[in-house]
C-alpha cells in the first residue's frame, strides 16, 4: 500500500512538473515573438517601418514629406548664398576704378577729373646753360579733395609743328589735393646753341592730367626750343605730377 501511495505522489508531482514547464515554455515563446519586432540581433534600435524616412537632421517622417522637406531647406540656403553673392559682386564693380580718371571706391579720395582743374605756370622757363625748366601748377576746383597720379601729356605746337614730349624713367607717386591746393610737374627742354638748325618756336603748349582726355591750352613763353621729335634720348621731357 505504501509503495502504491508513494508511485501516485511522484506521478502527480511529475504532471505537474511537466504543465509547469509547458506554461513556462508557452510563456517565454510569446514574449520572444513580441521582442524580436523591436531589438534587431546586435541589441541596436530596428529600422523604422516601411514609408517613414529619416532626413539630413535626424528626425523622421514620411518619405515624402522628408524629401520635400531636404529640398526646401537646400533651396533656401542657395537662395541666401546667391544674395551674398550678388552683394559682394556689386561691391566689387563698384570698388574697380578705371584708369580713364573715374570715381574710386566709395568712401575714398576721387580722381581730379580735367573740368576740375585750373592750369597756370608756375614757373614759365628758368634755369643755366642750355637746359631750363618751366614748371605748370595743377590747383584742384572740384571743391571737395581728389587725387592725381602719373604723368600730364604735353605737346608743344605752333601753327605748323607739334612735338609730343616724352617721359622721364621717374616713379610716379600719387598726390591728394584738398580744394584750392595745388601741385606741379616739370617740363625740362633744350634752347638751342649758336649754329643750331634743327629748331623751333612753340606758341602753345598743350596739356593733359593725368588719366584724362581734355587738354588745356597755356601760351608758351620758354622761346625756341631744340627739336629732337626722332631722337631716342631727347634733352627734352616731361616728369609726373607731385615730383
Known amino acids: ?11 502527480r508531482k511529475t504532471a505537474v512538473a511537466v504543465t ?21 540581433a546586435a541589441g541596436g534600435t530596428a529600422a523604422p517601418a516601411a514609408g517613414d524616412s529619416t532626413t539630413a537632421d535626424g528626425s523622421t517622417g514620411g518619405s515624402t514629406g522628408g524629401s ?6 537646400g533651396s533656401s540656403g542657395t537662395g541666401s548664398s546667391g544674395s551674398t553673392s550678388g552683394s ?26 580735367a573740368s576740375q582743374l585750373g592750369y597756370s605756370w608756375a614757373d614759365s622757363g628758368s634755369g643755366t646753360g642750355q637746359q631750363k625748366h618751366a614748371v605748370v601748377a595743377f590747383t584742384n576746383k ?21 612735338w609730343s614730349l616724352p617721359r622721364t624713367n621717374a616713379t610716379p607717386r600719387r598726390v591728394t589735393l584738398a580744394n584750392g591746393a595745388s601741385t606741379n610737374f616739370a617740363i625740362t627742354f633744350l634752347v638751342p646753341a649758336q649754329g643750331d638748325s634743327s629748331t623751333f ?7 593733359t592730367a593725368p588719366n584724362q582726355r581734355t587738354s588745356f591750352d597755356l601760351p608758351w613763353h620758354g622761346g625756341a626750343v631744340v627739336l629732337q621729335d626722332g631722337a631716342t634720348h631727347p634733352g627734352s621731357y ?4 607731385g615730383e
Open 1 to 11: 500500500m505504501s509503495k502504491l501511495r508513494n508511485r501516485r505522489t511522484n506521478i
Open 68 to 73: 520635400t522637406g531636404g529640398s526646401g531647406s
Open 20 to 40: 509547469g514547464a509547458a506554461a513556462l515554455l508557452a510563456l517565454l515563446t510569446a514574449c520572444n515573438g513580441t521582442a524580436s519586432g523591436s531589438v534587431s
Open 142 to 162: 572740384s571743391g571737395h579733395s581728389c587725387t592725381m597720379y602719373g604723368f600730364p601729356g604735353v605737346d608743344l605746337v605752333n601753327s605748323g609743328q607739334k
Open 201 to 207: 618756336t612753340p606758341t602753345t603748349a598743350v596739356i
Open 88 to 113: 559682394s559682386t556689386s561691391g566689387g564693380s563698384s570698388s574697380g576704378g578705371s584708369s580713364s580718371g573715374g570715381s574710386s571706391a566709395t568712401g575714398s579720395v576721387p580722381v581730379c577729373q
Open 238 to 241: 616731361i616728369g609726373p605730377v
